[in-house]
């Protein structure tokens, strides 16, 4: 098979990799230059090269990985997804998550269909042809397309990533692409001196396969002396100016800020070709938001099964940031382990979210935090597996002791919640649930329609069980009422809980709809009614 990849009209390109260690912060430096090429007036595409050999993140281990985060069309995909979408205000898409083992899938179907016509098939070129297809398909459209390779420089699974972007640098034309390097420095405290030869040592073997970095981010815990600048800059044959030391923020959203003030800033505006500074009058808006003192701050329960990441729940959280800077309240998140929260627990916050999630392991806990708050009139929000834990409370409040979902009691009777049509035998596969947008109506005059300012909406999926209403009437009996379905009704997307001041829930995650200067409704409402209580 032929390289067929059409370049079309010359794209420009900004490579983004690592070095030293991975979760070094090349998605907040990617999703940040972003930022500033959006301010300058550029439209930007971005993209995330994943080396694993899986097809897609859906099967990843949420606390090894963190989030699994969902586009709008149904990918499900890397957390560094959620970092641009924040920071851009942009939807991303399947093109706009790229891992191995989807394309060498691809490849040995194309080879077994015969579309090689006998040839060897190789890592080089074949798999690099396909990445590189892949680059170029994500980036049309937009002015400069930001690209993340994951993992760090010179491990194996991502060699031909990076030989790929080599190759497209040449077929393009160096004048349109841009390669930046993210590199960790670490401090070591007995000598009191910051070491830099880990990172001497990444540069080196980016230039071994070939690309010189055009700008180093070099990335500390502490704030480094400009004496690293300048090793990095000797050692790494990049000009000063675009060595650019990225110590630990305050907030990530200050990047852009800095990335701004630096001399990459310069070298962005030439890549560009746009010499205007940009305007950067919301990230200032969204650090003073972040740094003001309020009168008042406010404790939302995060009854969690995965307490070892944080990064498993970061949409969410972001998104209780976002509407804490809307009401203007000062934000604690409190984190209750589901394992083993109790009534004592659930006392010592002003309101409580339960999140998503699989699997059986600390539902009780979960069910627990639904009957409480609906017991107490506390603020709840329920996302996807809160919203199936508030009805099984209620249907249990109603009087159907078993009540369950067969997701966690597969034989019982009283299954409030079930799989959907279809899905059964699909438990353990990867993208078969339901997953991505899909359309909603709320019921005129409900609390939720309120909250929203109208009945249409969309939200984003991702679960494979649903309400079952043929237990309607207990779930209505246990203080719930559906005040929302899939437009043709059989689904139940959203339910409240009339009696409590706040007590909502949907099957959706809304949280992948937050953006931190356009907090979502839900995520709001709650803390508004948190606010005023």
């Known amino acids: 098979m032929e390289d067929t990849t059409d370049m079309g009209q010359t794209q420009k390109y900004i490579f983004v990799t690592g070095g030293v260690l991975s979760g070094v912060g090349k998605g907040i430096t990617a999703a940040s230059i972003g930022a500033v090429l959006q301010a300058k007036g550029v439209a930007v595409s971005v993209q995330k090269c994943d080396p694993y050999l899986n097809v897609d993140a859906g099967l990843l281990n949420p606390a090894e990985h963190g989030e699994c985060f969902v586009t709008r069309d149904g990918a499900e995909t890397d957390l560094d997804l959620g970092h641009y979408e924040r920071f851009l205000d942009i939807e991303t898409t399947q093109k706009s998550a790229t891992l191995s083992g989807r394309l060498l899938s691809e490849l040995i179907a194309d080879e077994r269909a015969g579309k090689f016509g006998g040839k060897t098939v190789q890592l080089v070129p074949h798999l690099t042809q396909s990445i ?84 180093v981010v070099v990335r500390t815990d502490d704030p480094a002396p400009a004496n690293v600048a300048k090793k990095i800059s000797l050692f790494g044959g990049v000009p000063e100016d675009n060595v650019l030391l990225m110590p630990n923020a305050d907030t990530v959203y200050r990047i852009p800020l800095i990335l701004a003030r630096s001399g990459v800033n310069k070298l962005l505006s030439d890549f560009s070709e746009r010499d205007n500074e940009p305007d950067l009058t919301k990230w200032k808006k969204l650090i003073r938001a972040q740094a003001a003192t309020y009168a008042k701050t406010v404790t939302v329960g995060l009854v969690a099964k995965y307490m070892d990441n944080e990064d498993t729940y970061i949409s969410v959280l972001e998104a209780l940031k976002a509407a804490a800077w809307h009401e203007k309240v000062g934000l604690k998140v409190q984190w209750i382990n589901a394992e083993t929260a109790t009534a004592k627990d659930f006392k010592q916050v002003d309101a409580l979210l339960v999140p998503g999630g699989f699997g059986a392991r600390g539902i009780e806990g979960k069910v627990a935090a639904a009957r409480y708050a609906l017991d107490h009139n506390v603020p709840y929000l329920g996302i996807c597996l809160g919203l199936q834990v508030a009805v099984i409370a209620a249907a249990r409040k109603a009087g159907l002791k078993n009540a369950n979902s067969t997701e966690f009691a597969a034989d019982t009777t009283e299954n409030v919640v079930y799989i959907m049509d279809g899905q059964a035998g699909k438990e353990s596969t990867g993208g078969t649930l339901r997953l991505g947008d899909y359309p909603a109506v709320l019921t005129k005059g409900s609390k939720l329609a309120t909250v929203y300012g109208t009945t249409d909406i969309v939200e984003r999926h991702r679960h494979r069980y649903e309400v079952n209403q043929a237990f309607t009437e207990a779930i209505v009996k246990g203080g719930l009422a559906i005040s929302g379905t899939s437009p043709n009704g059989k689904l139940v997307e959203f339910i409240e809980a009339p009696a409590c001041d706040y007590f909502v829930a949907t099957q959706a995650h809304p949280e992948f709809r937050s953006r931190p200067s356009r907090a979502h409704p839900l995520f709001v409402g709650l803390i508004h009614a948190i606010r005023d209580k």
């Open 132 to 215: 590189q297809k892949a680059i170029v398909a994500a980036g049309k459209g937009s002015d400069i397309h930001i690209v993340e390779i994951g993992g760090t420089v010179g491990d194996y699974e991502g060699l031909s990533f990076i030989e790929a972007i080599r190759e497209l640098g040449q077929k393009v034309g160096r004048a349109n692409c841009l390669f930046v390097h993210v590199v960790y420095v670490p401090f070591i405290g007995t000598s009191k001196e910051f070491k830099t030869k880990p990172a001497q040592n990444a540069l080196n073997d980016l230039r071994g396969f070939g690309i010189v970095p055009d700008a």
